[in-house]
């Protein structure tokens, strides 16, 4: 299982970006897929997941009506569109899949991608 992120960078705030995680190595709609960031002396949080079983969308609360999560199943990619940014959305993010269906925001998740950076100017 490879998960690889990209499109991340500095953006002021109010900017957008759009994150995407190309996978392969497994079957993607089998799998839960979801995001997570890390900011700078902060643990590990949860930021979104998608549900490969009936397409259903979680948020922590901090990014809901900014952040959508959506899938492209032709390419096995999934996207984490940001708006809005704020900086205290500055962290590195993580694409993150494990073998169950539905979507729990905390996981568990085994395959994590290497992360991608963002930072959000004030």
């Known amino acids: 299982v490879l998960l690889e992120e990209s499109g991340g960078g500095l953006v002021q705030a109010g900017g957008s970006l759009r994150l995407a995680c190309a996978t392969s190595?497994?079957?993607?709609?089998?799998?839960?897929m979801g995001w997570f960031r890390q900011a700078p002396g902060k643990e590990r949080e949860p930021v979104s997941c998608?549900?490969?079983?009936?397409?259903?969308?979680y948020y922590t609360n901090s990014v809901k009506g900014r952040f959508t999560i959506s899938s492209d199943v032709a390419s096995d990619t999934v996207y984490l569109q940001m708006n809005n940014l704020k900086p205290e959305d500055t962290a590195v993010y993580f694409c993150?899949?494990?073998?169950?269906?539905?979507?729990?925001?905390?996981?568990?998740?085994?395959?994590w991608g290497q992360g991608t950076q963002v930072t959000v100017s004030s």
């Open positions: 993150v899949a494990d073998d169950y269906v539905g979507c729990h925001l905390s996981g568990p998740y085994e395959y």
């Open positions: 190595g497994f079957r993607f709609g089998d799998y839960a």
């Open positions: 998608l549900s490969s079983m009936d397409l259903s969308t």
